[in-house]
Each structure stands twice: as C-alpha cells, then as structure tokens.
DNA sequence: CTCCAGGTATTTT
DNA sequence: AAAATACATGGA
C-alpha cells in the first residue's frame, strides 16, 4: 500500500539535504537508509509497521512494506513524518534573515532546502538527550543502539532487523545495573529511569508540556526534572516540540561552530551568542541546526 | 598520555 | 552566587 504527503512548499525543501542529515556519519538505529529512501518502523497500539519513504518534486511517499495499518496508526505515521522533516514549515522568514547576515549569509544556498529533522517521539528526543550528554556522538549513538536493542522492540524484514524505540514502561522497570552494564554512567541510568516512570505514570507527556502556557515554562517544567539541565531542555524542545526560539545553550557542536566563524571569542562568551541570535529571533533552533550542518 | 565530547548535579568556596 | 568537581568512556 502506498500513501502520499503533500510538501507545502517543494522549492524550499531538498530531501536530498534531510538524507545527508540523517546520513551524517553516524550509527542511528532508528532508520535505514538506502539511496533516495528512508526506512523506519513503528509499533502504535501493538501493530507493527515498517514503512519507506522517498521523495517526488513535491511530496513525500510511503509505502507500507510489511502490513497495511488502521487508520489510527497510519494517522499517526502521517502525521509523525510531517513533523520528522518539519514539512509545514515556511523557511522563507528564516532565509531572509540569514542574507541579512555577513557570516551566515552562504548558509541559504549551501544547504537549500534543509529542514530541521526533529525527533517527534518526546520520550525518544528526552531519553536521547539524556544518553548524549558529555560524550562524543560515537559513543552516544552506541549507547543508544545498546538502550534499544535491549529494551526496544523489533520488525523483521528481508532478513534485517528494524528496531522500535522502548516504550516508557520498559525503561521503567529496568534495573539500574543493567542499564549501567550498557555503559552508561549511574547518573544518566537513574534520570532515564525516573523519566520512563515519570512517562508510564503519566506525569510526563508532550500533552502535559504543551499545555503549559509557553515555551519559558516548558523550560523550566523540564529543567526540574533530574538529569534535564538548560542544554537538554532546549535540545529537546526544539528537536521534539517544534519550539524555534530555543538555543541549547552550552551545546560543544554549537560553540564550536560560532567559534570557528568568529562570532565567539571563546566557549564562555555568552555575550556575544546571544548577540549573534538577536539577529533570528524566532528561528533560533534552525540558525542552531544550520550550524550543526557546517559543521561537517 | 592528554584533552575533549551535542552536560548535570553536587559540593565547595 | 560563583566556581570546582565527579561522573563514564571513546575518539583524536
């Protein structure tokens, strides 16, 4: 079965941009990626979908390649790779701004068409950012595999495995010393573990975060959490909840960046960051993201 | 061997 | 309130 999203604005998003992202050079156990396409599996209400994606001049396509989903899963498939490639947004504003900008200004044509590739899963973008924190990429993109592979579940297809990020509860009852026997530190098992109960109890949700009136209080509802600081909160507001204003402040990839075009005079020069991001307010997270991208 | 990684919580000035 | 430190371990 075959299904199609639209893309609102074709001359202003390369997927070829959103592959090379995805494709960057790191391990991502979440999808494979083959050519021009995209493979990434789901389990919504105990079905298990596998689903690939590639592109036309002006939608995306999907097939289903394992079985045919219920409308609820394929609203939710729909509506998950909507926000994966951030397709409903306009980077015109953000285009404009960044010609306005010595330093930035070849950004637009360098990277045309690239859209922020967000994390639409919060547990996942949380529990990410969590594993992530003070290691090299890596590193942190094994841990992740070791986190799924042994808490996650999986999808078999054409003799590979397609893996599914752990429901909450899985994480919850984990013992600590499992997770520990991961590699991961003791600190990071415990916050993961507290975030998986704090999820299966319902006390955590993207419900109950975009419930709250705005994005100031989004930060600081996730920043009392244990093992949630200002760069993990940022990083997953703005990779998860579509948050543009966000800047994972203290983020090594970020810091460097600004450093290598000048913009810093050193890691602690908050002065001048925020000075530089005055200039795109409002689309902060993608002038982050923009970064990231030259760093390679 | 040293230094740094898409940091945070805790302890010590 | 600001600064130092422990955490874990791979990669360069």
């Given at each position: 079965?075959?299904?199609?999203?639209?893309?609102?604005?074709?001359?202003?998003?390369?997927?070829?941009?959103?592959?090379?992202?995805?494709?960057?050079?790191?391990?991502?156990?979440?999808?494979?990626?083959?050519?021009?396409?995209?493979?990434?599996?789901?389990?919504?209400?105990?079905?298990k979908i596998l689903v690939e994606i590639s592109h036309t001049g002006n939608e995306l396509i999907l097939d289903y390649l394992t079985v045919e989903p219920s409308p609820k899963p394929a609203a939710y498939i729909h509506k998950f790779i909507t926000?994966?490639?951030?397709?409903?947004?306009?980077?015109?504003?953000?285009?404009?701004?960044?010609?306005?900008?010595?330093?930035?200004?070849?950004?637009?044509?360098?990277?045309?068409?690239?859209?922020?590739?967000?994390?639409?899963?919060?547990?996942?973008?949380?529990?990410?950012?969590?594993?992530?924190?003070?290691?090299?990429?890596?590193?942190?993109?094994?841990?992740?595999?070791?986190?799924?592979?042994?808490?996650?579940?999986?999808?078999?297809?054409?003799?590979?495995?397609?893996?599914?990020?752990?429901?909450?509860?899985?994480?919850?009852?984990?013992?600590?010393?499992?997770?520990?026997?991961?590699?991961?530190?003791?600190?990071?098992?415990?916050?993961?573990?507290?975030?998986?109960?704090?999820?299966?109890?319902?006390?955590?949700?993207?419900?109950?975060?975009?419930?709250?009136?705005?994005?100031?209080?989004?930060?600081?509802?996730?920043?009392?959490?244990?093992?949630?600081?200002?760069?993990?909160?940022?990083?997953v507001l703005m990779k998860s909840l579509s948050e543009r204003a966000c800047i994972p402040y203290g983020d090594a990839g970020l810091l460097n960046a600004l450093a290598g075009l000048n913009l810093i005079e050193n890691k602690q020069d908050k002065?001048?960051?925020?000075?530089?991001?005055?200039?795109?307010?409002?689309?902060?997270?993608?002038?982050?993201?923009?970064?990231?991208?030259?760093?390679?």
């Amino acid at each position: 079965m075959t299904t199609t999203i639209p893309i609102p604005q074709p001359e202003l998003f390369s997927w070829t941009e959103c592959l090379w992202f995805l494709n960057r050079g790191f391990d991502d156990c979440m999808y494979k990626i083959s050519g021009n396409t995209v493979r990434r599996a789901f389990e919504i209400e105990s079905e298990k979908i596998l689903v690939e994606i590639s592109h036309t001049g002006n939608e995306l396509i999907l097939d289903y390649l394992t079985v045919e989903p219920s409308p609820k899963p394929a609203a939710y498939i729909h509506k998950f790779i909507t926000d994966w490639f951030d397709l409903d947004t306009d980077l015109t504003p953000f285009y404009r701004l960044l010609a306005n900008h010595q330093a930035v200004a070849n950004m637009h044509p360098q990277y045309h068409g690239l859209h922020l590739v967000a994390m639409p899963d919060l547990f996942e973008a949380i529990a990410w950012g969590i594993v992530g924190q003070q290691i090299n990429l890596t590193f942190a993109y094994k841990l992740k595999r070791r986190l799924v592979e042994k808490y996650g579940t999986s999808l078999q297809f054409e003799n590979e495995a397609y893996y599914i990020f752990p429901k909450p509860e899985a994480i919850a009852n984990a013992n600590p010393a499992d997770l520990r026997d991961l590699q991961l530190s003791g600190s990071k098992a415990a916050y993961l573990i507290n975030i998986a109960q704090n999820f299966a109890d319902g006390r955590l949700s993207r419900e109950i975060l975009l419930a709250l009136p705005d994005f100031p209080a989004r930060q600081k509802y996730l920043t009392t959490i244990k093992g949630i600081g200002t760069w993990t909160a940022n990083y997953v507001l703005m990779k998860s909840l579509s948050e543009r204003a966000c800047i994972p402040y203290g983020d090594a990839g970020l810091l460097n960046a600004l450093a290598g075009l000048n913009l810093i005079e050193n890691k602690q020069d908050k002065a001048s960051l925020d000075a530089f991001f005055e200039a795109f307010t409002g689309w902060e997270a993608y002038m982050v993201f923009y970064l990231w991208r030259s760093l390679a």
